[in-house]
Nanobody, 127 residues
């Protein structure tokens, strides 16, 4: 049973930074792409970033490019999302997720590819 536990959310002012962490257990972590998604109030959940099992490939949604960095430490079974230059529109519940495909050839931004989800962590950016 794959379990994902996010942490690191909070309330910061615009322009500030946060680092989210997602600790995984129950699967061979390094073999799976990991992703971050977010859901703002009244909106659908959207893709933020994803990273391949080795960490060599990353993808980002356009709105966070240059501000957010996804990384992973396979020795610690943990994926991170470093968020800088935060904006009020980044306010959302952030979820980490694990791809269903082992050793996926492509890093996917499609939600249906991700079978395992954490409980989410709230990120609130004040203006």
């Amino acid at each position: 049973q794959v379990q994902l536990v996010e942490s690191g959310g909070g309330l910061v002012q615009a322009g500030g930074s946060l680092r989210l962490s997602c600790a995984a257990s129950g699967h061979t972590f390094s073999r799976y792409t990991m992703g971050w998604f977010r859901q703002a109030p009244g909106k659908e959940r959207e893709f933020v970033a994803a990273i391949s099992g080795s960490g060599g490939n990353t993808v980002y949604t356009d709105s966070v490019k240059g501000r957010f960095t996804i990384s992973r430490d396979n020795a610690k079974n943990t994926v991170y999302l470093q968020m800088n230059s935060l904006k009020p529109e980044d306010t959302a519940v952030y979820y980490c997720a694990a791809d269903r495909v082992v050793m996926a050839a492509m890093v996917s931004r499609l939600q249906y590819r991700y079978d395992y989800w954490g409980q989410g962590t709230q990120v609130t950016i004040s203006s």
